[in-house]
C-alpha cells in the first residue's frame, strides 16, 4: 500500500511529466506566428554576418545556416556548390558528417562562427544551426578517430544494419536503422554518442545558437518505433536526451528546451508517426509545400486546397517554405520556377496566421536554366531575399500580431487574398495577365496604398476592389 504523502508525490509527479509535454496537436485558433527565417543555404559565417544588417532590415526574425560540424572533406573541395566532375566539391558534403566539433571548410571556423553570432545578437536576429545527427560520411574511413573513441569504437557508430540501404521508405524498422541513401546510419541510440552528440549542442547554445532544424529527423526513431536490440538498444530515447527530458552519462541540455525554436525535417509519407514527433518539436509541413508549388506551377489556385496545412499537427507548430534546398538543389523539382513565382508563394504563405515560413535563399547568378548560377560555395545567395515584396510582407508579418486570418480566391484562382483582422491585407497575383480584384474583407471601408508600389485599393461594404498586375503582390495596412 501506498501512503498518503506517496500517492501526493506520485499525482505531482504525473502532473509535472505531463505538463512538460507541449501539446502541438491541438490547434488554438488564437494562436498568431511572427517569425521569419532566412535559409542562408551554402553562405559562410563572415557572408552572413556582413549582410546581418541587411537581414534584419528585410524583416527576418532568423536565419538558419548550414551545418556547421566538422564534414567530408576531400581535397580541393569546398570551391564549388556543385561540381559534375566531383573535384572541386559539392553542396551535399557538409550533410556528411565527421565529428562533432565547429568548424568545416564550407561555413568556416569556430571564431568566424562567433563573429557571427555577435553580429545576430546587435542585429536581434536569432540563429539556427542546421544539424544531422542520424548518419555519418558516406566513407566511414573518413570520420575522425576522436569520434570514433568517444562513441566506443567504430563497431559501435552504426545501427546493426546501418550499412544496409534503404529499399522501403515505408517500412519504419528500414527507415530508422538502416542508411538512408547510403548514408551510414548512426546508433543514435548509443548512450556515448548521445552524450557526445549533446556536448557539441551545448556549445552551440555557449555561443548563443537558440534554435535547430533536425535534418532527416524521421529517420531516427520514436518510442514506438523498432528497438535494435542486435545493436544493444533497449529504448529509443534519443528525442528525450536532445530535448532536455533526461540526461545522458551526467550530461543534459544546457538551457530549457522551450526557449529554443526547434523543428525536424519529418517529411511527410505512410506510416511516420508525425503525432509522436510532434511531442517534441516543430515538424516541417512538406505536402503543402507540394501544393504551393502546384499551384504556381498552374498559376491558378483552383482545384487545390490552399488553406489547409495538410498535417496532422497543429499549424503554429509547424515550418512552411515554398521551396526547401532539397527541392531546389537535390530533386530540382521547385528549381524551374520563378523568381518571381517563388516570390508570389512566399507572400502568401508570410502573410497567414500560421507557420513559420522559411524563405530558401538561392545561389547568387542562378537562372532557370543555370541553376547554381555564380556556383562559389560560401558566397551570398542571390538579391530575392530583401525583395521589396519580400520585406514589406515579411514586416507586414510581424506587425498582424494578434490578428487571425481570412482567405479568399478569386474565381479564375489566380488572385489570393490573405484578410489579417481589421488591421491588414496582403493581395497576390499568380497569373501572367492583370486581373480585377473584388473579394470579402475583414477591412474597414476606405482607400488603402500598396505599401509597396503605391498601389490604390478600395474598401466598400465588405469588399476589397482594385487591380493586380501580373505576377505581383501588394501589401496594405490600416
Known amino acids: 500500500m501506498y501512503s498518503k504523502s506517496t500517492i501526493t508525490l506520485l499525482s505531482f509527479l504525473c502532473v509535472a511529466t505531463t505538463a512538460f509535454a507541449k501539446d502541438r496537436m491541438t490547434v488554438n485558433p488564437d494562436a498568431v506566428n511572427t517569425g521569419t527565417i532566412l535559409h542562408a543555404w551554402s553562405w559562410n559565417f563572415p557572408e552572413i554576418a556582413n549582410n546581418m544588417k541587411d537581414i534584419a532590415a528585410s524583416g527576418f526574425t532568423m536565419v538558419q545556416t548550414s551545418p556547421v560540424q566538422h564534414c567530408y572533406e576531400p581535397e580541393g573541395s569546398g570551391k564549388k556548390i556543385f561540381d559534375d566532375n566531383v573535384t572541386e566539391g559539392n553542396w551535399y558534403y557538409y550533410y556528411q558528417p565527421t565529428d562533432w566539433k565547429i568548424g568545416n571548410n564550407i561555413v568556416g571556423t569556430r571564431a568566424q562562427m562567433q563573429q557571427m553570432m555577435d553580429s545576430a545578437a546587435k542585429y536581434n536576429i536569432q540563429v539556427i544551426v542546421d544539424v544531422l545527427p542520424n548518419h555519418t560520411a558516406f566513407d566511414v574511413d573518413a570520420v575522425s578517430d576522436d569520434f570514433y573513441k568517444a562513441v566506443g569504437g567504430k563497431d559501435k557508430m552504426f545501427h546493426s544494419k546501418g550499412l544496409t540501404p534503404i529499399n522501403n521508405y515505408g517500412d519504419r524498422d528500414q527507415c530508422t536503422l538502416w542508411a538512408m541513401g547510403g548514408l551510414p546510419d548512426v546508433n543514435t541510440e548509443n548512450p556515448d554518442f548521445q552524450k557526445y552528440y549533446l556536448q557539441f549542442v551545448n556549445d552551440l547554445l555557449s555561443l548563443g545558437v537558440r534554435g535547430f532544424r533536425y535534418d532527416t529527423a524521421k529517420h531516427i526513431g520514436v518510442h514506438s518505433d523498432p528497438v535494435d536490440v542486435a545493436a544493444g538498444v533497449k529504448e529509443n530515447d534519443f528525442w528525450d536526451v536532445v530535448t532536455g527530458r533526461k540526461s545522458v552519462k551526467g550530461v543534459k541540455l544546457s538551457m530549457p528546451y522551450d526557449s529554443l525554436f526547434v523543428y525536424g525535417e519529418v517529411l511527410q509519407d505512410k506510416g511516420v508517426p ?80 500560421n507557420g513559420t515560413p522559411l524563405f530558401f535563399s538561392r545561389p547568387a547568378g542562378s537562372t532557370r536554366q543555370n541553376y547554381w548560377g555564380n556556383n562559389v560555395l560560401g558566397a551570398r545567395g542571390n538579391d530575392e531575399f530583401k525583395h521589396p515584396e519580400v520585406v514589406a510582407v515579411n514586416k507586414f508579418r510581424t506587425a498582424m500580431a494578434g490578428q487571425k486570418e481570412s482567405v479568399g480566391i478569386s474565381d479564375n484562382g489566380q488572385v489570393l487574398l490573405v484578410n489579417r483582422g481589421k488591421k491588414g491585407a496582403a493581395i497576390v497575383n499568380i497569373g501572367t495577365l492583370s486581373n480585377v480584384v473584388d473579394l470579402p474583407t475583414t477591412l474597414p471601408n476606405g482607400t488603402y496604398k500598396d505599401k509597396v508600389y503605391g498601389k490604390e485599393f478600395k474598401v466598400k461594404n465588405g469588399r476589397l476592389r482594385g487591380l493586380a498586375a501580373p505576377e505581383r503582390s501588394y501589401i496594405i495596412q490600416k
Open 274 to 353: 508525425e503525432a509522436e514527433y510532434a511531442d517534441y518539436m516543430g515538424q516541417t509541413a512538406s505536402s503543402y509545400g507540394h501544393v504551393i508549388r502546384e499551384m504556381l506551377e498552374k498559376r491558378s489556385a483552383n482545384g487545390l486546397d490552399i488553406k489547409s496545412y495538410h498535417h496532422q499537427a497543429a499549424p503554429e507548430f509547424l515550418t512552411t517554405w515554398v521551396e526547401s534546398h532539397d527541392t531546389y538543389a537535390n530533386a530540382h523539382e521547385s528549381a524551374h520556377l520563378t523568381d518571381a513565382q517563388i516570390r508570389q508563394g512566399w507572400v502568401f504563405l508570410t502573410a497567414r496566421q
